[in-house]
């Protein structure tokens, strides 16, 4: 079963789970603001997804700017990113779609055409 993390105010969000219901593709969703996700969860997600820690975080979102993230984070070790991704959901990149074999961040249609 596909797992669909999100936030359900975030308008691009709501695009990919249109995408996925229209096309009829089942997935479990969780709302990243309740059950944010663990440094464990992380950890795997990134390394099935290929993609740098960096890539995980939500850059456009308040709290990061607030941390002033964008100074900090090329001084901090990949674990201490991890760690502060897993503190606060509202800081994680969505949404993020985990398949059987692959990890999507972010909503781009084609991406999810060639997933799915």
Not at 74 to 100: A, F, H, Q, Y
Request: net charge neutral; proline share 4%.
């Amino acid at each position: 079963m596909n797992l669909f993390i999100c936030y359900p105010k975030c308008s691009t969000c709501q695009k990919a789970r249109n995408f996925l219901e229209n096309h009829h593709i089942k997935f479990q969703e969780r709302d990243i603001k309740l059950d944010n996700p663990t440094g464990e969860e992380l950890k795997t997600w990134i390394e099935k997804s290929g993609l740098p820690v960096q890539k995980f975080f939500n850059t456009s979102g308040l709290l990061y700017k607030e941390l002033n993230l964008k100074e900090k984070l090329p001084k901090m070790t990949d674990e201490e990113k991890i760690e502060l991704l897993s503190s606060n959901g509202m800081l994680v990149k969505r949404p993020i779609l985990i398949t059987e074999d692959k990890v999507l961040v972010g909503f781009k249609e084609l991406d999810y055409k060639e997933l799915l």
